[in-house]
């Protein structure tokens, strides 16, 4: 959708790395001399951080339909005065997760169906779409031993049970198949080395390409 700048999501199951990556990615781009937006759903506007404590720090049951809702309008509020201004403006916007992540884990609750959910969100974003979408893999057996490793408390989706992340893990995997252009798969049990190093690849390609 990009006028001018760049947009790169990192996505990914819980435990995958994408915060580590995420910060390395930007650290890179940096060094680049132009205007980076580090940004993230949920949260990254004022409302959005609101909208945030709700999803993840509610204590009790949301409606599925609410949760999506919620998320949808968290990215709604997002792409309209975060995202959308910063790349009229020509700068390349990095930002953990977007509507990916409510196909993968608002479908994954076998609630609702994952056309619709992604439907609700690219209503909420006018269409908008990301220039490049890195996907974080990774067995979620593995990666509930590095969460259970870094031993933080756990928000309310991290404590979901292995089905469930295992659903998230092959929608996302399907989301990418079906749309190879834009998604770049990379496999998180590699190296941090490793994975930056692919990450980088594919973002300068598109930095080529701008
Ligand atoms: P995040 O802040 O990225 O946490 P983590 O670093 O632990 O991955 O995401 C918080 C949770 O929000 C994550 O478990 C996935 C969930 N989520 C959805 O379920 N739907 C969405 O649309 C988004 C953006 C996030």
Do not use: C
């Amino acid at each position: 959708m990009s006028a001018r700048g760049l947009w790169i999501t990192i996505e990914g199951g819980d435990g995958s790395g994408k915060t580590t990556q995420s910060a390395l990615l930007m650290e890179w781009l940096q060094t680049l001399g132009r205007t980076i937006v580090h940004t993230r759903e949920p949260g990254g506007s004022e409302v959005g951080e609101l909208i945030r404590n709700i999803v993840l720090h509610h204590r009790g049951h949301i409606a599925p339909r609410a949760e999506a809702l919620l998320y949808a309008a968290d990215r709604a509020h997002h792409v309209a005065t975060v995202v959308r201004p910063a790349l009229e403006r020509g700068d390349i916007v990095l930002q953990d997760r977007y509507l990916d992540s409510s196909v993968a884990y608002q479908g994954a609750g076998r609630v609702l169906d994952a056309g619709e959910v992604r439907d609700l969100s690219l209503w909420a974003a006018e269409g908008a779409l990301p220039d490049v979408t890195v996907l974080l893999d990774i067995d979620p057996v593995i990666a509930r031993q590095r969460l259970d490793a870094a031993d933080k408390p756990f928000d309310r989706l991290e404590a979901e049970k292995l089905e469930f992340h295992t659903r998230v893990r092959d929608a996302y995997l399907a989301l990418a198949a079906a749309e190879p252009e834009r998604f770049i798969v990379v496999d998180a049990q590699q190296s941090v080395d490793k994975i930056a190093d692919q990450i980088r690849t594919r973002v300068q390609r598109a930095i080529n390409a701008e």
